[in-house]
């Protein structure tokens, strides 16, 4: 079965600093993984996907994630934080191209000035 | 192009009322997904339509739960009778046919719809 495991329910980081979002999955074949984003009062977007081909995914607004299949893991960075930052990311896998997404509980990133 | 839209936003009934929520795919989208997220807990899928065919009702909680996707457009999703513990956030998405050869149909998700049971 897919699982996946989002360290971290908050994180805090200053504006201008390395942003960095740990997810850990589980899956029994390949899957496809994803960082979804959720601003205050509106849906879900993606940020990036790995579907397969090259393993450091880049994203939207700066963001990346690598997957290492050897840690089982597909964290997501971003050099430098930016206020408009803030907001509530999910990890999540899928097996299946039009498969079920499975999320993980989702990680509030607040920034500091 | 108009994204996934659903109805209401925010609905507060009290426990053993019947709410309807609806969702609006993306035109000509094929696939329509339903997800609820508890609060303080995951998302977690509910069911998939293919067209109007469930495809994957195996997250669907219980029998009070009934979605329809009548003619392979918008979908509704009946709660009868609501109880306390359904209350969370349910977000629709939806995704273009699975015949459109692309490695992966990202799906697209509405704002969601909070549904508070008192």
Redesign the interface.
């Known amino acids: 079965a897919q699982s996946v495991t989002q360290l971290g329910s908050h994180v805090s980081v200053s504006e201008g600093a390395l942003v960095l979002l740990r997810c850990n999955y589980s899956s029994s074949v390949p899957p496809y993984l994803f960082w979804y984003v959720q601003y205050p009062n509106q849906g879900l977007q993606l940020l990036l996907k790995y579907t397969s081909a090259a393993t450091l995914v880049k994203g939207i607004n700066g963001f990346e994630a690598e997957f290492k299949k050897s840690e089982t893991s597909f964290h997501l960075t971003k050099p430098s934080a930016h206020m408009s930052d803030a907001a509530e990311y999910f990890c999540a896998v899928s097996l299946n191209r039009d498969d079920k997404i499975i999320f993980g509980k989702g990680t509030r990133l607040h920034i500091l000035p | 192009e108009a994204?996934?839209t659903q109805f209401p936003s925010h609905s507060v009934i009290e426990k053993g009322q019947t709410v309807t929520l609806r969702c609006d795919p993306i035109s000509g989208h094929d696939?329509l997904?339903w997800?609820r997220r508890v609060m303080g807990?995951?998302?977690?899928?509910l069911l998939?339509f293919?067209k109007e065919s469930k495809?994957?009702e195996s997250?669907m909680p219980n029998n009070r739960f009934l979605a329809e996707r009548t003619g392979g457009t918008y979908s509704t999703l009946k709660v009868q009778p609501a109880e306390l513990e359904d209350s969370g956030v349910y977000?629709c998405?939806s995704?273009q046919d699975?015949t459109s050869g692309?490695?992966?149909?990202?799906?697209?998700?509405?704002?969601?719809t909070r549904l508070t049971v008192l």
């Open positions: 994204g996934v696939n997904y997800y807990k995951e998302i977690k899928f998939h293919v495809q994957d997250g977000f998405a995704s699975w692309s490695t992966y149909n990202e799906q697209f998700f509405g704002p969601g």
